[in-house]
């Protein structure tokens, strides 16, 4: 394992154990396979249970909703974890733990916690979220035209949403929608509501092994129990976008350490010139930007788990280390497949498939202008973001 700094002797010896025992499972179970999967743009379905047993669902969560009363720290590592083998293992868990169970539990009524949360911890149903629509996933509110129309003791949900993580896998949708007074609510949507449909993305560049949707509710009628009680307004979806932003400033490093470690062993077992390309300064000073980015990065997602623990987190804290720590592992990966030369095009070598992949990660959960944005609005006071914000 690459870490620097040794940042892993200021985890507990639980939060280095997840992590050590989920790089064992995933060595063994998904890494063979992984370039196949991307390739032939396949989710491993048969590993969901796996997941569920091995703790990557809703690790956070208390152990009565089926969590395991987990650190941050330890949520961080799994993403890690996850990511270091592919971006498309570490989305699927994101969702499921932090836009599906995140507000159930933070949200939900009790029956709507004791109902769904250990079903999504074991991996037997499957949540994805629905707040992006078509028109600009940026600005989720001016966005959003889904509409929860209240009919005596039900709500009907029409609209549709788009670039949706596990779509179609999904037993359960998050639904963010519109009621008549103009407030944000989040609904439980059971995928096999009447005029609930989910189109698979295809064509995919980025992400293969994840898939996509577009859903499109027509009329949905669901009862007043599948409303999510507790919050109102754009602070719903937003809240648990930190969730899930903070794990991604923890998994864009794991991948950054799949792509570096990949490039230094290439680099030193190939020779051009009369000696092997690692003596060469122009190779050296891109191994060194990726280690010193994944050390600082590293750093940065240590201390923002301590801020969570104790409740101090800040989102624009989220936000900067969501959009640096992305870019360095975008960065590094394009820094790694140039090292590869030839071979880096190919599936063979992993670099590529996390380029290919970081690009959405730097794009979903707030592109990176988006955080740039939000920072600057958080250090100055001043809104660039635009009028509507
Ligand atoms: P703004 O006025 O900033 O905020 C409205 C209310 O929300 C509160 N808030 C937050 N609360 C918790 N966490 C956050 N990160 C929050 N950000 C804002 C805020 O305090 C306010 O509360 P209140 O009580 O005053 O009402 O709203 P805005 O319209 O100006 O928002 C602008 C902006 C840019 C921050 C927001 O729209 C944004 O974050 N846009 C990016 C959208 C995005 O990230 N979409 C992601 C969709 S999900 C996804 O990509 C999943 S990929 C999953 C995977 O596969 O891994
Ligand atoms: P837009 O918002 O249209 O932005 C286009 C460009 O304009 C970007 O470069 C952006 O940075 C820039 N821009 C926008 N506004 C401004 C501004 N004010 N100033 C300067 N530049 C600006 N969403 C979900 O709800 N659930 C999911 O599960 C989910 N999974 C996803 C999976 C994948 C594979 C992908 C690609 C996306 C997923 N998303 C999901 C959607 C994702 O969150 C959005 O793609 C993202 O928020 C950006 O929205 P957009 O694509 O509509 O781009």
Same mark, same amino acid.
């Given at each position: !394992?690459?870490?620097?700094?040794?940042?892993?002797?200021?985890?507990?010896?639980?939060?280095?154990?997840?992590?050590?025992?989920?790089?064992?499972?995933?060595?063994?179970?998904?890494?063979?396979?992984?370039?196949?999967?991307?390739?032939?743009?396949?989710?491993?379905?048969?590993?969901?249970?796996?997941?569920?047993? !091995?703790?990557?669902?809703?690790?956070?969560?208390?152990?009565?909703?089926?969590?395991?009363?987990?650190?941050?720290?330890?949520?961080?590592?799994?993403?890690?974890?996850?990511?270091?083998?592919?971006?498309?293992?570490?989305?699927?868990?994101?969702?499921?733990?932090?836009?599906?169970?995140?507000?159930?539990?933070?949200?939900?009524?009790?029956?709507?916690?004791?109902?769904?949360?250990?079903?999504?911890?074991? /991996?037997?149903?499957?949540?994805?979220?629905?707040?992006?629509?078509?028109?600009?996933?940026?600005?989720?509110?001016?966005? !959003?035209?889904?509409?929860?129309?209240?009919?005596?003791?039900?709500?009907?949900?029409?609209?549709?949403? !788009?670039?949706?993580?596990?779509?179609?896998?999904?037993?359960?949708?998050?639904?963010?929608?519109?009621?008549?007074?103009?407030?944000?609510?989040?609904?439980?949507?059971?995928?096999?509501?009447?005029?609930?449909?989910?189109?698979?993305?295809?064509?995919?560049?980025?992400?293969?092994?994840?898939?996509?949707?577009?859903?499109?509710?027509?009329?949905?009628?669901?009862?007043?129990?599948?409303?999510?009680?507790?919050?109102?307004?754009?602070?719903?979806?937003?809240?648990?976008?930190?969730?899930?932003?903070?794990?991604?400033?923890?998994?864009?490093?794991?991948?950054?350490?799949?792509?570096?470690?990949?490039?230094?062993?290439?680099?030193?077992?190939?020779?051009?010139?009369?000696?092997?390309?690692?003596?060469?300064?122009?190779?050296?000073?891109?191994?060194?930007?990726?280690?010193?980015?994944?050390?600082?990065?590293?750093?940065?997602?240590?201390?923002?788990?301590?801020?969570?623990?104790?409740?101090?987190?800040?989102?624009?804290?989220?936000?900067?280390?969501?959009?640096?720590?992305?870019?360095?592992?975008?960065?590094?990966?394009?820094?790694?497949?140039?090292?590869?030369?030839?071979?880096?095009?190919?599936?063979?070598?992993?670099?590529?498939?996390?380029?290919?992949?970081?690009?959405?990660?730097?794009?979903?959960?707030?592109?990176?202008?988006?955080?740039?944005?939000?920072?600057?609005?958080?250090?100055? /006071?001043?809104?660039?973001?635009?009028?509507?914000?």
């Amino acid at each position: !394992m690459f870490d620097f700094y040794q940042v892993s002797d200021l985890l507990s010896p639980e939060e280095r154990e997840v992590q050590r025992a989920a790089r064992r499972f995933l060595e063994a179970e998904a890494l063979p396979h992984i370039a196949k999967w991307w390739e032939e743009a396949e989710f491993p379905t048969h590993l969901i249970r796996r997941f569920g047993e !091995m703790g990557f669902l809703g690790p956070s969560l208390p152990t009565e909703y089926g969590g395991l009363g987990a650190s941050a720290a330890t949520y961080g590592v799994v993403s890690y974890e996850l990511e270091r083998i592919d971006s498309g293992l570490r989305s699927f868990c994101s969702v499921q733990s932090s836009l599906v169970m995140y507000p159930i539990w933070a949200y939900g009524s009790e029956e709507q916690k004791r109902f769904y949360l250990p079903k999504l911890a074991r /991996g037997e149903l499957v949540g994805c979220f629905g707040l992006t629509e078509a028109d600009g996933g940026s600005d989720p509110d001016s966005n !959003m035209k889904t509409r929860a129309r209240r009919d005596g003791d039900d709500y009907v949900l029409s609209g549709s949403k !788009m670039w949706i993580t596990n779509g179609n896998l999904a037993h359960i949708a998050i639904i963010w929608a519109k009621d008549e007074e103009g407030e944000v609510r989040g609904f439980i949507v059971p995928t096999d509501s009447k005029g609930f449909r989910a189109n698979k993305i295809h064509h995919k560049a980025s992400l293969r092994a994840s898939v996509t949707s577009e859903l499109v509710l027509e009329e949905v009628r669901v009862p007043k129990s599948a409303l999510l009680p507790g919050v109102k307004g754009l602070k719903g979806p937003l809240s648990c976008l930190t969730q899930a932003r903070f794990g991604i400033a923890w998994g864009a490093l794991g991948a950054l350490e799949a792509v570096y470690t990949e490039a230094l062993e290439f680099a030193k077992s190939r020779s051009t010139f009369g000696a092997p390309i690692a003596r060469r300064q122009l190779v050296q000073e891109k191994l060194v930007r990726m280690a010193a980015d994944h050390t600082k990065g590293l750093l940065l997602a240590w201390r923002l788990a301590q801020l969570k623990d104790q409740g101090k987190l800040k989102p624009a804290q989220v936000s900067l280390a969501k959009r640096d720590n992305v870019r360095a592992a975008l960065n590094g990966a394009r820094a790694a497949r140039e090292i590869l030369g030839g071979s880096g095009i190919t599936l063979e070598y992993h670099s590529i498939r996390h380029m290919l992949n970081l690009e959405t990660v730097d794009t979903y959960e707030g592109t990176h202008d988006i955080h740039t944005l939000i920072l600057g609005r958080e250090l100055t /006071g001043e809104n660039a973001l635009g009028e509507s914000s």
